[in-house]
């Protein structure tokens, strides 16, 4: 408890900034389903808020370097309330992706800013409850931020202003709270080749990790919308995708240490390709089916990120490991930027069924290069034990940097 209580601002601001931006991506598809939006433009918005989101990773231990954590965080917040704030004010689909670029590029820094107070923070004896309390409190605002999106109204000055708010009460905990700022670390450099060398089946499953949580995430809205889910029931559909991966994380982990985590990676995929299969032909049961799926596809899809991940660490040095981070999060994003607004056309040419048959593809191919993979090269020994790792920042590994974990 003491524990919790001393890192209490942190993780309230987290809540604040994970119901504010967890509400934009939904409520930009739906309001910009009513002003007239094509398909294409409203893909192209969760497109741009990756795009911000890796500028925002690349740039934040620089920013955190020249001013100091709080006043860095201060700076990220502010572009994330004008994101949000100036919607209603320039209604127009390239206006709008320059705000969410601006929302994806503070979410990024404020998070930097966060895991690098808690990195400096925590030690080997309280390192885990720190990041498990950490996960659920991430995890617990996403939820309840899908949520929102039946109570917020499309296209409304309201709707918008309240998540600008929500964004701005995000600023008071971090930057009133009395625990000294932490010293500032050498920002990890971006090295893409170093994930590669060590792992490339890691790699490709991260790019497939951002190709699924990203089109589902970004573009999942106007799925529910094709077939015929109302604006609350849109907000649980998502919920469920989070929820079924939450719950997933614990039975991944626990195949993931006791076996080949190449073998465990091919068959979450070929899960998630089931999955996809299985939303799809749910999507004409009823609500209650379409809840189902959701939950099942987001058990199938969310710990591909981090059994690649662990895959990729168990061949890194101890030295290597925050760039390696560094490198996931990359490939991860260039799956992310490409999949919302790619997923968005192909719906509007073939139907909502499209959103799943591209995911579905792009398993296809990991596990085709799994397969190959395995047979080129033996497993890694010795293993590193498996660990949940949010995708939020490039210096997320460095929390686990002292125990050799990631």
């Known amino acids: 408890m003491r524990l919790i209580i001393s890192f209490a601002a942190l993780f309230l601001s987290v809540l604040l900034?994970?119901?504010?931006?967890?509400?934009?991506?939904?409520?930009?598809?739906?309001s910009g389903t009513e002003l007239g939006f094509?398909?294409?433009?409203?893909?192209?918005?969760?497109?741009?808020?990756?795009?911000?989101?890796?500028?925002?990773?690349?740039?934040?231990?620089?920013?955190?370097?020249?001013?100091?954590?709080?006043?860095?965080?201060?700076?990220?917040?502010?572009?994330?309330?004008?994101?949000?704030?100036?919607?209603?004010?320039?209604?127009?689909?390239?206006?709008?992706?320059a705000m969410r670029a601006a929302t994806g590029f503070c979410v990024a820094g404020c998070y930097t800013v966060i895991e690098a107070w808690l990195q400096a923070k925590t030690d080997n004896a309280?390192?885990?409850?720190?990041?498990?309390?950490?996960?659920?409190?991430?995890?617990?605002g996403s939820l309840i931020a899908q949520l929102m999106i039946g109570v917020l109204d499309p296209a409304s000055y309201v709707s918008y202003n309240l998540l600008g708010i929500l964004c701005i009460a995000a600023l008071l905990p971090l930057?009133?709270?009395?625990?000294?700022?932490?010293?500032?670390?050498?920002?990890?450099?971006?090295?893409p080749g170093l994930a590669w060398r060590l792992s490339p089946l890691a790699v490709a499953g991260v790019i497939v990790s951002g190709v699924s949580g990203a089109a589902f995430r970004m573009v999942g809205p106007l799925y529910g919308a094709q077939v015929g889910l109302t604006a609350d029931q849109i907000g649980l559909f998502l919920a469920a995708y989070v929820l079924g991966?939450?719950?997933?994380?614990?039975?991944?982990?626990?195949?993931?240490?006791?076996?080949?985590?190449?073998?465990?990676?091919?068959?979450?995929?070929a899960f998630s390709i089931a999955a996809c299969g299985i939303t799809v032909a749910f999507s004409g049961l009823g609500v209650a089916a379409i809840f189902v799926a959701a939950l099942v596809f987001g058990a199938a899809t969310?710990?591909?990120?981090?059994?690649?991940?662990?895959?990729?660490?168990?061949?890194?040095?101890?030295?290597?490991?925050?760039?390696?981070?560094?490198?996931?999060?990359f490939f991860y994003a260039i799956g992310a930027i490409a999949a919302p607004v790619?997923?968005?056309?192909?719906?509007?040419?073939?139907?909502?069924?499209?959103?799943?048959?591209?995911?579905?593809?792009?398993?296809?191919?990991?596990?085709?290069?799994?397969?190959?993979?395995?047979?080129?090269?033996?497993?890694?020994?010795?293993r590193g034990p498996y660990v949940w790792i949010p995708r939020t920042s490039f210096l997320v590994g460095r929390i686990f940097r002292r125990t050799g974990r990631d």
């Open 17 to 30: 900034l994970q119901l504010s931006s967890g509400g934009v991506g939904p409520l930009d598809v739906l």
């Open 38 to 97: 094509t398909n294409g433009q409203i893909g192209l918005l969760g497109s741009a808020h990756f795009f911000g989101f890796f500028i925002g990773c690349w740039w934040a231990p620089r920013v955190m370097g020249s001013v100091g954590h709080s006043r860095a965080f201060a700076a990220f917040i502010a572009a994330g309330a004008i994101g949000l704030l100036a919607h209603m004010m320039v209604v127009d689909p390239y206006a709008w992706s």
């Open 126 to 140: 309280n390192r885990g409850r720190t990041m498990g309390t950490y996960r659920m409190v991430d995890t617990g």
């Open 175 to 191: 930057t009133l709270t009395r625990t000294p700022q932490p010293d500032t670390g050498a920002a990890p450099r971006l090295r």
């Open 245 to 269: 991966g939450a719950f997933a994380q614990w039975p991944a982990g626990w195949a993931a240490d006791r076996h080949d985590r190449r073998t465990v990676l091919l068959w979450f995929s």
């Open 302 to 329: 969310f710990p591909i990120y981090s059994i690649s991940a662990a895959h990729a660490h168990d061949w890194a040095e101890d030295d290597q490991r925050v760039e390696l981070s560094a490198a996931l999060m």
């Open 342 to 382: 790619g997923t968005a056309w192909l719906i509007a040419a073939y139907g909502p069924a499209a959103l799943f048959a591209l995911i579905a593809l792009a398993h296809v191919g990991l596990v085709v290069f799994g397969v190959i993979r395995m047979r080129l090269r033996p497993p890694a020994q010795p």
